[in-house]
Nanobody, 116 residues
Framework: EVQLVESGGGLVQAGGSLTLSCAAT????????IGWFRQAPGKEREGVSC????????AYADSVKGRFTISSDDAKNTIYLQMNSLKSEDTAVYYC?????????WGQGTQVTVSS
């Protein structure tokens, strides 16, 4: 059974940093893609960053390039999202998603609130 558990969200001032973690069970970090999405109030869920395991290259939404960094610790089956220079528009619930080529699996989400 695939389980994704996010942690690390919280309240931070604009310009600050947070690191989110996603601990995964039931998957192996060598197939397809795993990454982060976010959903702000009244908005659709959007992709933030992901690691594609065919190329092992990270991808980022334009809105977070240069500020966010995705990484993985395969031994711990955990991915991270280092978020720097946070802005009020980064406020959202952040979700971890794993895609195995057929099905998407989602975590429960973690709230990130950036105060201006």
């Amino acid at each position: 059974e695939v389980q994704l558990v996010e942690s690390g969200g919280g309240l931070v001032q604009a310009g600050g940093s947070l690191t989110l973690s996603c601990a995964a069970t039931g998957i192996t970090f060598d197939d397809y893609a795993i990454g982060w999405f976010r959903q702000a109030p009244g908005k659709e869920r959007e992709g933030v960053s992901c690691i594609n395991y065919d190329t092992r290259s990270p991808a980022y939404a334009d809105s977070v390039k240069g500020r966010f960094t995705i990484s993985s610790d395969d031994a711990k089956n955990t991915i991270y999202l280092q978020m720097n220079s946070l802005k009020s528009e980064d406020t959202a619930v952040y979700y971890c998603r794993y895609y195995n080529g057929r099905t998407s699996y989602w975590g429960q989400g973690t709230q990130v609130t950036v105060s201006s």
